[in-house]
């Protein structure tokens, strides 16, 4: 039996592993159509870090993926694969809108913040709920159910908009636009101090609450005692039962916080961003933040740095294709999916091999 990998290899070695070969195969796609992917990392790079406005759209991308990484890490911990986060940041979107198109006449921002974040992080919850209790008390599986209810999600809040919350006599299926009272401030002054224009990016104050989450998420899982019954139950849950941990308990308040932490990831888009309801205010970051807890070894620091690497995919490839056009938008989702192919499906693929190489490192040191 091989002894446990060190933590820099396990949460550092191995991810760049997998990294280094998603970046190989997307390289040979490049070449496949004539271009070349040094110039093509070139101008990923560039368009994520080489000017302001291109930093501050990485760093909003980044946000909202590591609400739904740190929401599907929790989870992890207790043993679950909430895949709905997608579902659970649509319905926290109504959440934060709700709130905020019920103060922003009467408070200010500063109030209203705080105000839709719980909004938002109740609805999430609330949504999550539903197949949390039916995995603790029905058996029912929490990969299906939390399936599902994305597109129950979708279809719930498309009735909504549609018949609910649109502005009467409209053709945009969306709710009023927000006060100014209700809308995050953008953190274009802060980066200023650091030299950086953002520009038009919007980049808001979400992203600094994303990082106090992070802490959080580090305090409740490692320093409570919540979050060693998370741990524990997550690897056994026989011996968790046995040492009188609740599995009804620990399964459903796990993924209340799961939910929650997705359902903050609509201030970014909602409150930060659009200021309004709008149709798929998840897009597509409730998947991503799958690849990003498995590429973060759902710990909060690795789920940043994963967060950050695909909020440079996703603002680095918008600018690929735009001075490649070659390299098609669609070309530019397939680099980002071969990327959470080798991060989550292939993760193993290396391990077995740096396992073996560090058991025989480890027989031969004493002798």
Request: aromatic letters at 10%; charged letters at 10%.
């Amino acid at each position: 039996m091989n002894a446990p990998l060190p933590n820099w290899v396990d949460l550092g070695l191995i991810p760049m592993l997998n990294l280094a070969a998603a970046f190989l195969v997307a390289g040979l796609v490049v070449l496949a159509v004539g271009e070349s992917p040094i110039e093509a990392v070139q101008v990923i790079l560039y368009g994520a870090f080489g000017f302001g406005e291109g930093i501050g759209f990485t760093l909003f991308y980044t946000t909202s993926f590591i609400f739904t990484g740190l929401a599907v890490a929790v989870a992890f911990h207790a043993g679950l694969f909430n895949i709905g986060g997608e579902g659970q940041a649509y319905i926290g979107g109504l959440g934060v809108g709700l709130m905020v198109l019920a103060f922003d006449h009467h408070l200010p921002w500063w109030l209203i913040a705080p105000i839709a974040a719980l909004g938002g992080a109740l609805f999430g919850a609330l949504w999550a709920l539903i197949p949390a209790y039916l995995q603790a008390t029905r058996g029912s599986h929490i990969v299906i159910t939390t399936i599902m209810f994305n597109f129950i999600a979708a279809s719930l809040m498309v009735w909504l908009l549609v018949n609910v919350v649109k502005v009467p006599g409209t053709m945009s299926v969306e709710s009023r636009t927000f006060l100014p009272e209700g809308r995050l401030p953008k953190l274009g002054g802060l980066m200023e101090f650091f030299g950086l224009d953002i520009g038009g990016a919007p980049l808001n104050a979400s992203f600094l609450l994303a990082l106090v989450a992070c802490v959080a998420v580090w305090l409740l899982i490692w320093r409570t005692r919540l979050g060693y019954e998370i741990r524990v139950f997550g690897a056994n849950p026989s011996a968790a039962r046995y040492a009188g941990i609740n599995p009804v308990r620990i399964t459903i308040v796990t993924m209340l916080i799961s939910g929650g932490l997705a359902g903050l990831m609509a201030l970014n888009p909602v409150m930060g961003e659009q200021h309004r309801m709008f149709l798929d205010i998840g897009g597509g970051a409730g998947f991503v933040g799958i690849a990003v807890a498995l590429m973060g070894r759902a710990h909060p620091v690795g789920v940043a740095l994963a967060a950050l690497l695909f909020g440079v995919l996703y603002q680095g490839g918008a600018e690929l294709a735009f001075e490649m056009p070659a390299i098609t938008r669609d070309m530019v989702v397939v680099i980002q999916g071969l990327v959470v192919l080798f991060a989550g499906a292939l993760e193993f693929m290396f391990r077995p091999t740096v396992a073996r190489l560090f058991a025989l490192r480890a027989r031969e040191k004493p002798a």
